[in-house]
């Protein structure tokens, strides 16, 4: 059900949007927050899932109960005690999730590789599936490359008065392919999978390619049904090998967050990521950003500050999202030619992408202050944290040389000392004496341990995890346990957990969801089961929050400001409409998972209830049900959810209460 397409159901929408207004108004009216008054049992074990996990589940907090709640906290603080086999099982599809860049290039090859083949620089592999996807990727660059020619040839002709379109041949030839792979992708429907993928391969490229651009939607999920992870992978790739890498990252990023035990992992996962942004649209880092995830971002989650600074600061997805790659120092061997006579002597050849030689030789510039405006604005100390442009060119400075070996092949992180600028350099005060590749370390280390970054990462967390205004008082605590315990991430955490504020009854259910933490609690308050999460990322992209979409460094809001408007909650109300009605592609929904039955009622009051405490337990203001009340009782007198017939479903009661203003918020 589309709301916007139903007039009298739109009324109810709109009173439930109204109350969140008004709650969400009230919120920002409360100068003044009584932290002596504290939340009860119940509420803080609820505060924790709501907090420290992306959603409640059912029967989640009975189980805090049974352990204790402080025994489940420092459970997961410490992720590396909790089984998480169940997740792992749902991942193993999704083979580039355990690739390293150099087999992801290899196996999905991006158009750089596929230009190389082509041109004969690079072997076609010997391997059938890789090379089908080769073969035709070559057969798509082709047909692009006459294309532009055509388009070339057809301006040309236009501009002399004579005809541009296709003859009646090219018609009828054009019309005949697309016959010929229709009924070719009917024949292959009609095979088991391992016979589809052996006629798929027998086939030219050029009828592979016919075939690929006929097999759309459902009819290519039906054709890779029942076949193995690779297969699968092979028939998408054939279209497009780049896609596979994003949709896989992308999935494996909404199972984490929805099906992981170590939720807490997880939610820190997301927290870095976003403070050290990185845009999966720009370029390569489409191949780089799994492994920047998996092996930079997660394993130091929880982890010391510096590690994660150095890590993110050599990572190969940084250092070419920010540019540093390419920066060389303005008085720098490189910048002189002197090294690319150097390499010439070797034997060697420059890799382009490095250091933009090109552009670099013969200059007195080519320096690049990207990484060293972000590294202090969005990573360390904060706008405000007491560092000037001086300190910018400085700390850009150090970073020359920094830089990709042969990133287009996968290979990752090195230090070029012909592209570092020669000589000493002033930053925050401090002086840093000519040493290479470790002057960057120092930097790091200055400015890991500087007060303004024990704050600003202090406040960042606090906003994330207790208001989006949070206490002074408690941000400086946090930043006096950060500076203790050398950037201890999980006592920083500690800190926050045992202060009163953290544990408020004022922030209780104070903080709205940004779209992605509302879809993934909406899939965990309901069981869903996640067949293909790609339609759950499009619907993230239409709630204005796609997954490593966020193309400037500064990362998604967690802010309540930049999520709240009519439409945004109008677009959260549908979805959750959308899921709970099954009509959202790749999730089945059982409500008896909800209702403890088979998902049906028959009086529609009962199954509110019941669904009031099994999606918020229990927890839901009297407004909010009143609201709701009122409307189904309307509904049965005069079928104003639905059929006249009908009285309101499981479907439409559970989505208005995952719409509600209570589930809205955590």
């Known amino acids: 059900m589309q709301f916007s397409s139903r007039k009298n159901a739109l009324i109810l929408v709109m009173c439930l949007l109204g109350l969140f207004s008004a709650n969400l108004a009230l ?71 355990r690739m390293d860049t150099r087999q992801i290039v290899e196996n999905f090859p991006p158009p750089q590789l596929i230009k190389a083949v082509a041109n004969g620089k690079q072997p ?42 296709f003859s009646d041949e090219e018609r009828i030839d054009r019309r005949d392919k697309r016959v010929s792979a229709d009924l070719a992708a009917q024949e292959l429907l009609d095979m088991d999978p391992d016979q589809r993928l052996k006629a798929i391969l027998k086939l030219s490229a050029e009828d592979r390619r016919a075939l690929s651009n006929e097999l759309k939607h459902e009819k290519r999920d039906e054709c890779m049904e029942g076949m193995t992870p690779e297969q699968r992978e092979t028939v998408m790739a054939l279209n497009n090998p780049q896609q596979v890498v994003a949709n896989e990252l992308i999935q494996g990023k909404i199972l984490r967050a929805t099906y992981s035990e170590r939720q807490l992992q997880e939610v820190m996962t997301d927290v870095w990521f976003n403070h050290f942004n990185i845009f999966i649209g720009k370029g390569e880092d489409r191949y780089l950003l799994t492994s920047y995830e998996r092996d930079v971002i ?83 100390l904060g706008v405000n944290g007491g560092y000037t442009q001086k300190d910018v060119t400085e700390v850009a400075r ?48 200055i400015l890991a341990r500087h007060p303004s970054t024990a704050k600003f990462v202090s406040s960042k967390l606090a906003i994330r995890f207790v208001s989006d205004n949070p206490p ?27 202060s009163p504020e953290f544990w408020s009854a004022d922030e209780y259910r104070s903080k709205v969801k940004t779209p992605f933490e509302f879809v993934i609690s909406a899939l965990r308050a309901t069981g869903a089961d996640i067949g293909d999460a790609v339609p759950l990322a499009r619907q993230l992209q239409s709630l204005g929050m796609p997954l490593y979409g966020m193309q400037p460094p500064t990362g998604y809001s967690m802010k309540a400001d930049a999520w709240m408007s009519s439409a945004a909650l109008l677009g959260r109300m549908n979805f959750a409409l959308a899921l709970t009605s099954g009509k959202l592609k790749g999730l089945k929904l059982d409500p008896g998972y909800l209702l403890g039955t088979n998902g049906t009622a028959s009086d529609p009051q009962q199954t509110l209830a019941v669904l009031e405490n099994n999606l918020l337990a229990a927890d839901i203001s009297r407004q909010t049900h009143d609201t709701i009340a009122t409307q189904l009782q309307d509904a049965k007198l005069g079928g104003r959810l639905g059929d006249q017939t009908r009285l309101p479903s499981f479907s439409v009661i559970a989505g208005l209460l995952l719409g509600s203003p209570e589930f809205q918020k955590r």
Not at 40 to 52: F, I, S, T, V
Not at 432 to 445: A, D, Q, R, S
Request: charged letters at 30%; aromatic letters at 6%; glycine letters at 8%.
């Open 298 to 380: 997660r394993p130091r989650a929880l982890g010391k500050f510096e590690d994660l600074l150095r890590t993110t600061a050599q990572s190969p997805a940084m250092l070419f999202y920010l540019d540093n790659a390419l920066s060389v120092g303005p008085n720098s061997d490189f910048a002189n030619g002197i090294s690319n006579r150097a390499y010439k002597k070797a034997g060697k050849k420059r890799n382009r992408n490095a250091g933009r030689g090109n552009q670099a030789k013969g200059k007195r510039g080519g320096l690049n202050e990207n990484y060293g405006r972000e590294l202090m604005e969005l990573h360390t």
């Open 124 to 165: 076609l592999p010997s391997d059938p599936l890789k090379r089908a996807v080769y073969q035709d990727q070559i057969e798509r660059m082709q047909e692009k490359q006459d294309r532009k020619q055509l388009t070339s040839d057809s301006d040309v002709t236009t501009s002399t008065g004579k005809a541009s379109t």
């Open 27 to 97: 919120g920002k009216k409360k100068e003044q927050r009584n932290f002596v008054t504290q939340m009860d049992q119940p509420e803080m074990a609820l505060h924790a899932l709501n907090r420290l996990t992306f959603g409640v589940r059912p029967g989640d907090l009975e189980r805090i109960t049974t352990m204790g709640l402080d025994k489940w906290i420092d459970q997961q603080l410490h992720p590396e005690r909790i089984n998480d086999s169940a997740l792992e099982a749902r991942l193993s599809p999704f083979r580039t999730l």
């Open 398 to 445: 150090v970073f020359t040389g920094w830089t990709l070996k042969k990133p287009k092949q996968g290979e990752g992180f090195t230090f070029e000392n012909s592209m570092h600028e020669p000589g000493e350099k002033w930053v925050l005060g401090h002086r840093i004496k000519p040493n290479g590749e470790k002057e960057g370390l120092e930097v790091l280390h």
């Open 472 to 498: 002074q008082a408690l941000v400086d605590r946090m930043a006096e346990t950060f500076r203790k315990k050398d950037g201890d991430i999980r006592e920083v955490l500690k800190t926050m957990l045992h």
